[in-house]
């Protein structure tokens, strides 16, 4: 599955594995727009579902769409060279995960840093 980054306007998204094994996908800027799948793939189907709903119920309360926050000022390039065996399983993760593979790294980076995103 292609995630069009269009159907989140622009806004971060993790996915993770909870204690139940469903999966959990939410925006980082907004952690209650989330929701649950069998596999990462169904769970950004039903975190585009949400969010759908969620921007109807602002425009009936005549409240603004909220927006994220600016990213271009904190986008760095950040090269790194890696096996072409890790670069592969990679890539796979990202594509059942239905994001980019810059996205999956990131992700990956902040979990295992004190770093947020």
Known sequence: ????????????IKI???EDGDYLAHFIELPNVSAFGPTPAQALIELK????????CYQEDNVPIPKPPAR?????PFNVSVD??????????AAKAGM???ALVEQ????????DT
């Open 100 to 102: 980019s593979l810059n």
């Open 49 to 56: 579902t949400a969010w759908e709903l969620m921007k109807e």
């Open 16 to 18: 993770f594995l909870d």
């Open 72 to 76: 271009e000022l904190n986008d760095v």
């Open 84 to 93: 072409p065996h890790l670069y592969h399983r990679l890539t796979d993760e």
């Open 1 to 12: 599955m292609k995630n069009n980054h269009d159907d989140f306007d622009g806004f971060t």
């Open 108 to 115: 990956k980076l902040a979990e295992t840093t004190s770093v």
